[in-house]
C-alpha cells in the first residue's frame, strides 16, 4: 500500500525512510519528548541538514523538525510538471508593498530537505568583497565574518555536497579543484557560452549539486531535465539524500510532518523546547538548545509567533530587527528563438553562467549579478509566456510550438537590505491556528537600476549570436534572504556571526535569514557552509564553557 | 561518520570481488614462467637467427593488432551509435577495425614466412585512416564554443581514439615487416632491429592509451580508488619497456615481462570494472540501453591489453634476436 507521505509521517516507530532503496528503511534513534534533547534544529534544509549532521556526528542529542513530508524520490517524483507544487511552501501569506513578492516556487521548501529537494543545484560562492560590501564596495552592511574563513567552510560544502563543477574557475580568488567534474553543456547553455564570448566576458560551466560520475548510491546526472520537480535519480546532493542520511547515521532524530508553531522560553529567559504540530495534536518537545532554520519568512514568523511577556515583540527582537531587511533577488530574464534545434530543457537548467558583473565595478548602481542558461519545462514556459508576455489562445499556442528552438538567459541579481522590506504577522490565521506571515517588498531605485542594466546585457549577448523574437521577463524574483539579520552588536543585529540570538543565549539562527546582503549568487552554498561553521562553533563554544553562559 | 561516498550492496560487492581477482590475477603473472629463457641466450654466444621465432613474433604482432581492432570495433560502435552517426564518415572506424580484425585473425593463424599482399595493404590503410580520424577529431573539438577547453576535451569527439585504430595498423604493418625476414637474417624494420621498432611503438602506445583514460577518469573524478590503476600501472609498464628497448638487448628482462602482463590483464579486468560502473548508473544493467552509452565505454580498457601484447612481442624479438 501506498503510504501518503503528505498526509502521514513516515519518519517513526525507530526507522526513517531510506532514499536510496524503494520501500527500504534505515534505523533511525528517537528521543522521549520529555527529555531535553541537546538541540532542536527547526527546518531540515541547506542551514538545518548540516547542522544535524554534524551535531549528531559530535555526540549530540538533536532532532530536526520539518513541517513538510519524507520523500521517497526514487518513488514520489514523477516526470510531470504538475506534481512540483508539492516540494513547494504553499499555505497562504499575505503579499503586499510596491513590488508584492510571488511566493512559493523557487523560494521557498516544504520538505525534509527543504528547498533544496527542488533546488536548480547552483552552488556557488559569494564574491569576497560581498562579505565587507559597506566598507570596500559602499552599499549594504558589513558580515561579521571573514571571507577566507568562509572560503574554507565553502571547500568544505563543496567536498560534503560533491559539487561538479569546472576545473578552474574564472573569478574570484583561487578555489581547490571541485570534487566532481562539469557536466556537458546543452544547448541553451552554449547559447551562453557563444554570446558571452561575443561581449568578450568570460563564461563557465555553473559549479552544480548533482553528480557527473556515480557517488555512494548516487548513480550520475541522466540529464532529465526534471530537476526542480525532485530528481527522480538521486543525482541531485540535495540535503535529503547526503546530510540527512549522515545525520541520521549519526544518531540524530528527524520528525517529518511536525510543525513547530512556537519556541518556549523558560523563567531564566533560556529557550527550553518545541511546541510543535503532529498527527493532528499539539506536543511539546524539552530542548536544551534551539536552532531555528525555516528560512526568511518562516524564521522570522516563528520568532515572532513566539512572544511572550517578557519577550513582547518576540524572540531574539530586541533590536525589533526580526523581519526587517527582507530581501529577494532580481530574476529576470530575456528569451528568444534560435533557427537550429536547441532542446534547452534537457539537463539541469543552469549548466553555464557568466559571473562577469559580480566582479566588474565598473557600473552605476551597487550590487551584482550573473546571468545563466535556462531551460524552463513547457508548464513553467507557457505560464511565462501567458503571464509575461500576455499571449492566450491560438497566439501562445503558435509560440509554443517554438519550445524546442527556444533559449533565454536568467539573471540572479543582489537587491538591496532596506528596513521596510519585512515580514510581520498578520491577523489572518493559517490551519495550526497560527498568525500568518506578511510578506512587504518593494523594489528601490538601486534593484531597477541594476535589473535595466542587466536585461540590456543578456538581450545584447542574445542578439549578438542571431537570437531572434527576442523579449523581456521583467517581473521574476527568487532566493529571499535577512529578517534575522548576522551583525557585529546588539543593536543593530538580531544574531552575532556564530548565528547565536543577541538576546537568548541558547537560540542559535541559521539559514538564508541571517544574511546582512545577499549577493548575486544563489544563496544555498553560503547557508550551507556557514551552517557548517555554526556546528563548528557550537562545538567550540561548549568546549570552552562558552555555551553555558 | 556514516559512508556516503562509497556504493553499498551488490555493487560494492562486485568491486570488492573484482578487486580481489585482478590483484590474484597480478600476482600470478608474477610467478607463471610461461617460456624459460633459452639456453643460447648469452651475449657472448651470437645465436643463429631462427626463422620460425620470426614468424613467432610476427603472429603475436597479429593477436595484439587484432585485439586492438576488436577493442576499437566494439568501443567506435557503441560510441558512434550514441553519436547517432551524424556524419557519414563516422562510419569508418567500424569498417576499418572489422578488417583490421578479420586480416589479424587471419595473421594469428597463418604459419607462412611471407607477407600477404592483402594483409599488408589493409594495415598500411587504416594507420592512415587512423591518423584522418584524429583530424576529424581534432575539428570536432576546435569548432565547439571554448575551443581546446577541459569541457570540449572531456565531451567532444576523444581526441585519442582513432589512433588506437591507427596503432593496430601500425602494429600488423610491422608485423608484416617482421614476417618478411629472410632465414638467418635478424628482423629489421627500417633498418632497425624490429624488437626496438615495436617495444618503442608499444610503449608510446600505451602511454597515449594513457593519455585518454587520464583525461577520462579524471572527468570521471576518480570517484572508485580502482579508477588510478590504469593511470599508475601501464606507465611503468611504458617506462620499462621503453627501457628495455632503447638498452641492452638479449638478456631476460623478467620485471618488464611482468608489468606488461600486469597492464595486459589490466586492460580485461578493465572491462568488468567498467561494466560494474554502468550497473551503478540509474537503473543499473535493467537499463543497459541507456546505460552502455552513458556508463563507462566496456570495450575501451583491452586496448592496454593490445599494446600490452605488443609490448610483449617486442620484447621476445629482443630476446630471440640480440642485436649488441
Same mark, same amino acid.
Given at each position: 500500500?501506498?503510504?501518503?507521505?503528505?498526509?502521514?509521517?513516515?519518519?517513526?516507530?525507530?526507522?526513517?525512510?531510506?532514499?536510496?532503496?524503494?520501500?527500504?528503511?534505515?534505523?533511525?534513534?528517537?528521543?522521549?519528548?520529555?527529555?531535553?534533547?541537546?538541540?532542536?534544529?527547526?527546518?531540515?534544509?541547506?542551514?538545518?541538514?548540516?547542522?544535524?549532521?554534524?551535531?549528531?556526528?559530535?555526540?549530540?542529542?538533536?532532532?530536526?523538525?520539518?513541517?513538510?513530508?519524507?520523500?521517497?524520490?526514487?518513488?514520489?517524483?514523477?516526470?510531470?510538471?504538475?506534481?512540483?507544487? @508539492?516540494?513547494?511552501?504553499?499555505?497562504?501569506?499575505?503579499?503586499?508593498?510596491?513590488?508584492?513578492?510571488?511566493?512559493?516556487?523557487?523560494?521557498?521548501?516544504?520538505?525534509?530537505?527543504?528547498?533544496?529537494?527542488?533546488?536548480?543545484?547552483?552552488?556557488?560562492?559569494?564574491?569576497?568583497?560581498?562579505?565587507?560590501?559597506?566598507?570596500?564596495?559602499?552599499?549594504?552592511?558589513?558580515?561579521?565574518?571573514?571571507?577566507?574563513?568562509?572560503?574554507?567552510?565553502?571547500?568544505?560544502?563543496?567536498?560534503?555536497?560533491?559539487?561538479?563543477?569546472?576545473?578552474?574557475?574564472?573569478?574570484?580568488?583561487?578555489?581547490?579543484?571541485?570534487?566532481?567534474?562539469?557536466?556537458?553543456?546543452?544547448?541553451?547553455?552554449?547559447?551562453?557560452?557563444?554570446?558571452?564570448?561575443?561581449?568578450?566576458?568570460?563564461?563557465?560551466?555553473?559549479?552544480?549539486?548533482?553528480?557527473?560520475?556515480?557517488?555512494?548510491?548516487?548513480?550520475?546526472?541522466?540529464?532529465?531535465?526534471?530537476?526542480?520537480?525532485?530528481?527522480?535519480?538521486?543525482?541531485?546532493?540535495?540535503?535529503?539524500?547526503?546530510?540527512?542520511?549522515?545525520?541520521?547515521?549519526?544518531?540524530?532524530?528527524?520528525?517529518?510532518?511536525?510543525?513547530?508553531?512556537?519556541?518556549?522560553?523558560?523563567?531564566?529567559?533560556?529557550?527550553?523546547?518545541?511546541?510543535?504540530?503532529?498527527?493532528?495534536?499539539?506536543?511539546?518537545?524539552?530542548?536544551?538548545?534551539?536552532?531555528?532554520?525555516?528560512?526568511?519568512?518562516?524564521?522570522?514568523?516563528?520568532?515572532?509567533?513566539?512572544?511572550?511577556?517578557?519577550?513582547?515583540?518576540?524572540?531574539?527582537?530586541?533590536?525589533?530587527?526580526?523581519?526587517?531587511?527582507?530581501?529577494?533577488?532580481?530574476?529576470?530574464?530575456?528569451?528568444?528563438?534560435?533557427?537550429?534545434?536547441?532542446?534547452?530543457?534537457?539537463?539541469?537548467?543552469?549548466?553555464?553562467?557568466?559571473?562577469?558583473?559580480?566582479?566588474?565595478?565598473?557600473?552605476?548602481?551597487?550590487?551584482?549579478?550573473?546571468?545563466?542558461?535556462?531551460?524552463?519545462?513547457?508548464?513553467?514556459?507557457?505560464?511565462?509566456?501567458?503571464?509575461?508576455?500576455?499571449?492566450?489562445?491560438?497566439?501562445?499556442?503558435?509560440?509554443?510550438?517554438?519550445?524546442?528552438?527556444?533559449?533565454?538567459?536568467?539573471?540572479?541579481?543582489?537587491?538591496?537590505?532596506?528596513?521596510?522590506?519585512?515580514?510581520?504577522?498578520?491577523?489572518?490565521?493559517?490551519?495550526?491556528?497560527?498568525?500568518?506571515?506578511?510578506?512587504?517588498?518593494?523594489?528601490?531605485?538601486?534593484?531597477?537600476?541594476?535589473?535595466?542594466?542587466?536585461?540590456?546585457?543578456?538581450?545584447?549577448?542574445?542578439?549578438?549570436?542571431?537570437?531572434?523574437?527576442?523579449?523581456?521577463?521583467?517581473?521574476?524574483?527568487?532566493?529571499?534572504?535577512?529578517?534575522?539579520?548576522?551583525?557585529?552588536?546588539?543593536?543593530?543585529?538580531?544574531?552575532?556571526?556564530?548565528?547565536?540570538?543577541?538576546?537568548?543565549?541558547?537560540?542559535?539562527?541559521?539559514?538564508?535569514?541571517?544574511?546582512?546582503?545577499?549577493?548575486?549568487?544563489?544563496?544555498?552554498?553560503?547557508?550551507?557552509?556557514?551552517?557548517?561553521?555554526?556546528?563548528?562553533?557550537?562545538?567550540?563554544?561548549?568546549?570552552?564553557?562558552?555555551?553555558?553562559? | 561518520?556514516?559512508?556516503?561516498?562509497?556504493?553499498?550492496?551488490?555493487?560494492?560487492?562486485?568491486?570488492?570481488?573484482?578487486?580481489?581477482?585482478?590483484?590474484?590475477?597480478?600476482?600470478?603473472?608474477?610467478?607463471?614462467?610461461?617460456?624459460?629463457?633459452?639456453?643460447?641466450?648469452?651475449?657472448?654466444?651470437?645465436?643463429?637467427?631462427?626463422?620460425?621465432?620470426?614468424?613467432?613474433?610476427?603472429?603475436?604482432?597479429?593477436?595484439?593488432?587484432?585485439?586492438?581492432?576488436?577493442?576499437?570495433?566494439?568501443?567506435?560502435?557503441?560510441?558512434?551509435?550514441?553519436?547517432?552517426?551524424?556524419?557519414?564518415?563516422?562510419?569508418?572506424?567500424?569498417?576499418?577495425?572489422?578488417?583490421?580484425?578479420?586480416?589479424?585473425?587471419?595473421?594469428?593463424?597463418?604459419?607462412? @614466412?611471407?607477407?600477404?599482399?592483402?594483409?599488408?595493404?589493409?594495415?598500411?590503410?587504416?594507420?592512415?585512416?587512423?591518423?584522418?580520424?584524429?583530424?576529424?577529431?581534432?575539428?570536432?573539438?576546435?569548432?565547439?564554443?571554448?575551443?581546446?577547453?577541459?569541457?570540449?576535451?572531456?565531451?567532444?569527439?576523444?581526441?585519442?581514439?582513432?589512433?588506437?585504430?591507427?596503432?593496430?595498423?601500425?602494429?600488423?604493418?610491422?608485423?608484416?615487416?617482421?614476417?618478411?625476414?629472410?632465414?638467418?637474417?635478424?628482423?629489421?624494420?627500417?633498418?632497425?632491429?624490429?624488437?626496438?621498432?615495436?617495444?618503442?611503438?608499444?610503449?608510446?602506445?600505451?602511454?597515449?592509451?594513457?593519455?585518454?583514460?587520464?583525461?577520462?577518469?579524471?572527468?570521471?573524478?576518480?570517484?572508485?580508488?580502482?579508477?588510478?590503476?590504469?593511470?599508475?600501472?601501464?606507465?611503468?609498464?611504458?617506462?620499462?619497456?621503453?627501457?628495455?628497448?632503447?638498452?641492452?638487448?638479449?638478456?631476460?628482462?623478467?620485471?618488464?615481462?611482468?608489468?606488461?602482463?600486469?597492464?595486459?590483464?589490466?586492460?580485461?579486468?578493465?572491462?568488468?570494472?567498467?561494466?560494474?560502473?554502468?550497473?551503478?548508473?540509474?537503473?543499473?544493467?535493467?537499463?543497459? @540501453?541507456?546505460?552502455?552509452?552513458?556508463?563507462?565505454?566496456?570495450?575501451?580498457?583491452?586496448?592496454?591489453?593490445?599494446?600490452?601484447?605488443?609490448?610483449?612481442?617486442?620484447?621476445?624479438?629482443?630476446?630471440?634476436?640480440?642485436?649488441?
Amino acid at each position: 500500500m501506498y503510504d501518503n507521505p503528505l498526509t502521514t509521517p513516515r519518519a517513526t516507530h525507530g526507522r526513517a525512510p531510506d532514499v536510496f532503496h524503494p520501500g527500504g528503511w534505515v534505523p533511525m534513534r528517537e528521543y522521549p519528548q520529555r527529555e531535553a534533547v541537546d538541540f532542536v534544529v527547526i527546518g531540515t534544509g541547506a542551514g538545518g541538514g548540516p547542522l544535524l549532521a554534524r551535531l549528531a556526528e559530535r555526540g549530540y542529542s538533536v532532532i530536526g523538525f520539518d513541517a513538510g513530508p519524507y520523500f521517497r524520490p526514487l518513488e514520489d517524483f514523477a516526470s510531470d510538471e504538475t506534481s512540483q507544487s @508539492q516540494l513547494f511552501w504553499t499555505d497562504e501569506r499575505l503579499v503586499d508593498g510596491a513590488n508584492p513578492l510571488k511566493m512559493g516556487a523557487n523560494n521557498s521548501g516544504r520538505a525534509v530537505g527543504g528547498s533544496t529537494v527542488h533546488y536548480a543545484m547552483v552552488s556557488l560562492r559569494f564574491r569576497p568583497e560581498w562579505f565587507r560590501s559597506r566598507t570596500l564596495l559602499g552599499y549594504g552592511a558589513d558580515w561579521p565574518l571573514d571571507w577566507r574563513e568562509m572560503w574554507h567552510y565553502y571547500a568544505r560544502a563543496e567536498r560534503d555536497l560533491a559539487i561538479a563543477g569546472p576545473v578552474s574557475y574564472p573569478w574570484g580568488p583561487k578555489r581547490p579543484r571541485y570534487p566532481y567534474r562539469a557536466h556537458e553543456i546543452n544547448g541553451a547553455a552554449e547559447v551562453l557560452a557563444r554570446g558571452a564570448e561575443a561581449m568578450g566576458y568570460q563564461w563557465s560551466e555553473t559549479p552544480l549539486a548533482t553528480v557527473s560520475a556515480p557517488r555512494g548510491d548516487s548513480p550520475s546526472c541522466v540529464y532529465r531535465g526534471f530537476c526542480r520537480v525532485g530528481c527522480a535519480t538521486n543525482a541531485k546532493q540535495s540535503q535529503l539524500v547526503t546530510y540527512i542520511p549522515r545525520a541520521l547515521a549519526a544518531g540524530a532524530e528527524i520528525r517529518d510532518m511536525a510543525m513547530v508553531g512556537r519556541i518556549a522560553v523558560d523563567a531564566a529567559g533560556r529557550a527550553c523546547g518545541v511546541h510543535y504540530h503532529r498527527n493532528g495534536a499539539w506536543h511539546f518537545q524539552a530542548a536544551r538548545n534551539v536552532i531555528v532554520a525555516g528560512y526568511a519568512i518562516e524564521t522570522p514568523r516563528l520568532l515572532l509567533n513566539s512572544a511572550t511577556d517578557r519577550f513582547r515583540n518576540g524572540l531574539a527582537n530586541s533590536s525589533g530587527l526580526v523581519g526587517r531587511y527582507l530581501m529577494t533577488q532580481s530574476n529576470q530574464a530575456v528569451y528568444g528563438v534560435m533557427d537550429d534545434m536547441v532542446r534547452w530543457n534537457k539537463g539541469p537548467p543552469s549548466l553555464t553562467i557568466t559571473e562577469h558583473w559580480n566582479y566588474n565595478d565598473r557600473k552605476d548602481f551597487h550590487g551584482g549579478y550573473c546571468w545563466m542558461a535556462q531551460g524552463p519545462l513547457p508548464v513553467e514556459w507557457s505560464a511565462a509566456m501567458s503571464t509575461s508576455r500576455r499571449l492566450w489562445g491560438a497566439a501562445l499556442r503558435e509560440k509554443m510550438g517554438d519550445y524546442n528552438h527556444q533559449v533565454g538567459l536568467k539573471m540572479v541579481g543582489e537587491m538591496l537590505p532596506h528596513l521596510d522590506n519585512r515580514v510581520t504577522l498578520a491577523d489572518e490565521t493559517d490551519r495550526y491556528g497560527l498568525p500568518i506571515a506578511r510578506v512587504t517588498y518593494s523594489w528601490h531605485d538601486n534593484d531597477k537600476a541594476m535589473i535595466q542594466h542587466a536585461l540590456g546585457e543578456m538581450q545584447r549577448s542574445l542578439e549578438l549570436v542571431g537570437v531572434r523574437d527576442l523579449w523581456r521577463q521583467e517581473n521574476d524574483t527568487n532566493h529571499l534572504a535577512g529578517t534575522a539579520r548576522m551583525g557585529f552588536d546588539r543593536e543593530t543585529s538580531v544574531v552575532d556571526a556564530d548565528c547565536r540570538s543577541w538576546d537568548i543565549p541558547n537560540l542559535w539562527i541559521c539559514d538564508g535569514s541571517v544574511f546582512p546582503t545577499t549577493g548575486g549568487v544563489n544563496p544555498s552554498l553560503t547557508i550551507t557552509a556557514l551552517a557548517l561553521r555554526t556546528a563548528d562553533r557550537i562545538c567550540v563554544q561548549a568546549r570552552t564553557g562558552e555555551m553555558r553562559k | 561518520m556514516a559512508n556516503t561516498t562509497s556504493p553499498s550492496g551488490a555493487a560494492r560487492t562486485t568491486l570488492t570481488l573484482l578487486g580481489s581477482l585482478t590483484g590474484a590475477a597480478l600476482l600470478g603473472a608474477l610467478h607463471s614462467h610461461a617460456r624459460p629463457p633459452p639456453a643460447t641466450r648469452s651475449p657472448a654466444k651470437a645465436p643463429v637467427p631462427d626463422p620460425a621465432a620470426a614468424n613467432r613474433a610476427a603472429r603475436r604482432l597479429n593477436r595484439a593488432a587484432g585485439t586492438l581492432a576488436a577493442s576499437v570495433l566494439f568501443d567506435s560502435t557503441v560510441e558512434h551509435y550514441r553519436g547517432q552517426f551524424q556524419n557519414r564518415a563516422m562510419y569508418t572506424p567500424l569498417v576499418t577495425a572489422a578488417m583490421a580484425l578479420g586480416v589479424s585473425a587471419h595473421g594469428t593463424m597463418d604459419e607462412r @614466412q611471407t607477407p600477404h599482399v592483402v594483409r599488408d595493404t589493409v594495415y598500411a590503410l587504416i594507420s592512415i585512416v587512423g591518423l584522418v580520424g584524429t583530424g576529424f577529431h581534432l575539428f570536432n573539438v576546435r569548432r565547439k564554443a571554448g575551443g581546446f577547453s577541459w569541457q570540449n576535451l572531456f565531451y567532444g569527439a576523444p581526441l585519442g581514439a582513432p589512433m588506437a585504430i591507427g596503432l593496430s595498423g601500425l602494429l600488423g604493418y610491422l608485423s608484416e615487416r617482421v614476417r618478411e625476414t629472410p632465414p638467418g637474417q635478424v628482423p629489421m624494420i627500417w633498418g632497425l632491429p624490429a624488437g626496438r621498432v615495436v617495444g618503442v611503438v608499444s610503449g608510446l602506445g600505451i602511454t597515449g592509451t594513457v593519455g585518454e583514460a587520464a583525461l577520462l577518469h579524471f572527468r570521471g573524478g576518480f570517484h572508485d580508488p580502482f579508477m588510478y590503476l590504469p593511470v599508475t600501472m601501464p606507465p611503468v609498464a611504458a617506462i620499462v619497456l621503453g627501457r628495455s628497448a632503447l638498452g641492452p638487448a638479449g638478456i631476460a628482462r623478467r620485471a618488464t615481462r611482468w608489468w606488461l602482463r600486469a597492464t595486459a590483464i589490466l586492460g580485461l579486468s578493465g572491462t568488468a570494472f567498467h561494466a560494474i560502473g554502468v550497473g551503478r548508473d540509474m537503473g543499473g544493467w535493467r537499463n543497459w @540501453q541507456q546505460n552502455i552509452l552513458n556508463g563507462p565505454p566496456i570495450p575501451a580498457p583491452p586496448a592496454f591489453t593490445g599494446l600490452a601484447l605488443a609490448g610483449l612481442a617486442a620484447l621476445g624479438l629482443l630476446e630471440d634476436h640480440p642485436d649488441d
